[in-house]
């Protein structure tokens, strides 16, 4: 893994953001909790006095700068393309707002007799504060990235062919070709035969699978499960990733039109839409459309 490797959606999706920020809130409130007998360069309180109330609105305010530059680095994940050089930018961007704001908060408090921290300059106070919101932050920061990395990992792991599921029939090469799917809890959902799958589209941490049963009728099927892990474990199948939203059976193009504004794939089911091709994927579909 290089550092100018793209982010991985694990990273980025709205449940693991949120995981995230309370991860980061509860470890900050106990380290602070732990901390305040041993500091001699912080003017956190607990009690009843006036630095235990700016110790309140200082973590709420340091909250929502954390909240707020999650949100945005959600809804930016796809515009920004974000390497994981720019990801740990972007963390440590956090801490130095913060530690900016506990600056701000420590000389103003000292200016109305609030706050006692004898004769510290900016540049003390500021860095005094780093090794503070360092840990309170890049901790929790780090280990929910593991946590993230271990789990998306095992979920791809366990998005295997039916050829190695335990069952009480024997597996035959024909069945061998099925697509079968995988909840986030390891669970089989879906099991189907390729040629039968036309597209997967996701939405947000769900799936919708996009499919012909066995009467003929044309369905689609949700799960819990990220797109990302079905591209990795389907890499010498037909599936072939065409858009950020979008994974579709190669097998079951109709049609590969080239618009004013790209490329657009027509699978032999009318009412199921024009699915756009991304540029990003663009060449990749082009090449596996030409040589089926």
């Keep these: 893994m290089s550092l100018y490797d793209k982010v991985p959606d694990y990273l980025l999706g709205k449940s ?14 106990v380290f602070l909790v732990i901390s305040i007998p041993f500091s001699d360069n912080a003017w956190f309180r607990l009690g009843a006095n006036e630095a235990f109330g700016y110790t309140v609105v200082f973590f709420m305010i340091a909250l929502g700068v954390v909240v707020c530059s999650k ?13 994981f050089l720019n990801y740990v930018g972007w963390n440590i961007g956090e801490i130095l707002i913060i530690c900016l704001l506990y600056t701000f908060f420590t000389i103003e408090g000292d200016l109305y007799g609030i706050i006692n921290i004898e004769n510290q300059g900016f540049v003390k106070i500021f860095f005094g504060a780093l090794v503070y919101i360092i840990t309170s932050l890049g901790v929790p920061y780090v280990v929910a990235g593991q946590y993230f990395a271990i789990n998306d990992k095992n979920n791809t792991i366990r998005l295997m062919n039916m050829s190695n599921v335990v069952g009480d029939i024997s597996v035959t090469p024909q069945e061998e070709k099925r697509i079968t799917l995988f909840d986030n809890n390891g669970v089989l959902k879906f099991s189907i035969n390729s040629s039968n799958l ?8 769900y799936i919708q699978v996009w499919y012909r049963d066995k009467s003929g009728e044309f369905k689609q099927y949700m799960l819990r499960c990220k797109l990302k892990t079905i591209e990795e474990s389907f890499t010498d199948s037909d599936l072939v990733r065409c858009h950020r939203k979008y994974i579709v059976n190669i097998s079951r193009i109709s049609t590969l039109s080239a618009e004013k504004d790209g490329y657009y794939i027509d699978v032999d089911i ?6 756009p091709v991304s540029k990003t994927y663009e060449e990749t579909v082009l090449s596996r459309f030409n040589s089926r």
């Design 71 to 83: 949100t945005v680095l959600y809804r930016s994940r796809y515009s920004l393309n974000l390497t």
């Design 16 to 29: 693991q953001l949120v995981a995230t920020v309370l991860a980061a809130a509860l470890f900050s409130l």
């Design 270 to 275: 009318p009412s199921a839409g024009r699915i």
């Design 198 to 205: 036309y597209f997967i589209e996701s939405d947000d941490n």
